[in-house]
Every structure is written in C-alpha cells, then in structure tokens.
C-alpha cells in the first residue's frame, strides 16, 4: 500500500526530487523554518532559502550520486528535542574526486514535510572536499562570501 501524503511517503518524493534535480520539489517538501545540519558547518542552515541555496549547490557538486537504501522510524530532533517520524537514506556520490558514502537523516512535521535535515559523510578526506566544492559553489552563487586569500 502506497501513502499518497504523510511522512511515510515523503523519502521517495524527495528521493525522486534529488534524482530529477527538481528544486521546486525539494520546495514543496521543506517546511519554511527547516534546518539542515551540514558535516562542514557547526551552524545549520535555517530556513527555507538557505536551505534550497545549499541544494541549488549540491545538485551540481555531487557526481553519480545515487540512495542505495532507507529505513524508517521515529528519532528525536536536534532543534526541539521531540520526538518526529525519520528516514535515514543511505547514499553513495563523489565529490572533488573522492569517494563519499553518507546518510541523510530526515524528520518530519505532522503533515510529512521535512523540518530537519542532518547529513553525515565519511570518510574524513571527503567531508573535506565536499566543504571545498559547497564553498565554491556558495561563493559563486552569492550566498557566501569569499574566504579572505591566504
């Protein structure tokens, strides 16, 4: 049986939304006050156009990028500490050359958008790279200013 709404169905739209590089739907799925937890920032992005600005860079940055799993349950959030419905989806991707696996751990309000988002990386030469390439394309994009020359 197939959920047409709710939190249960959301990890395939969205799923499909990153395959598809469809940032309209990735909009349509994020609450306005989400938070998305980066493995290269202590900070999280806040918001919903934070948010899709650090997609809008993703989408180009990552090569093969592939979900290879998911699994489903409840997990307590980092921004309220209560209780939500949660996906974990495995991935698999390259970036600057190096080899990524990583999850996303999604939570999700009462209506099953995505209020939080947290991304863990290994191995440590890749969070590297990646937050090499993110930079770059945040920089380029606007949303981030240039790191001062060495």
């Known amino acids: 049986m197939t959920m047409k709404a709710g939190p249960l169905n959301t990890p395939d739209r969205f799923r499909a939304a990153v395959?598809?590089?469809?940032?309209a739907a990735l909009d349509d799925l994020f609450t306005d006050d989400i938070r998305l937890y980066?493995?290269?920032?202590?900070?999280p992005f806040e918001g919903k156009p934070a948010v899709l600005g650090l997609f809008r860079v993703?989408?180009?940055t990552f090569e093969d990028f592939r979900y290879i799993g998911h699994h489903t349950g409840t997990a307590q959030t980092s921004g309220d500490a209560t209780t939500a419905p949660s996906a974990v989806l495995?991935?698999?991707a390259r970036a600057g050359g190096k080899e990524i696996h990583g999850i996303d751990l999604l939570h999700f309000d009462d209506d099953g958008r995505i209020k939080e988002f947290t991304v863990m990386v290994r191995p440590r030469s890749a969070v590297h790279a990646l937050g090499e390439a993110v930079l770059a394309g945040l920089v380029a994009d606007g949303p981030a200013p240039a790191p001062p020359p060495p």
Request: hydrophobic share 40%; proline share 6%.
């Open 19 to 23: 395959d598809n590089q469809d940032l």
């Open 58 to 60: 993703l989408l180009r």
């Open 38 to 43: 980066s493995p290269v920032t202590f900070t």
């Open 90 to 92: 495995l991935f698999r």
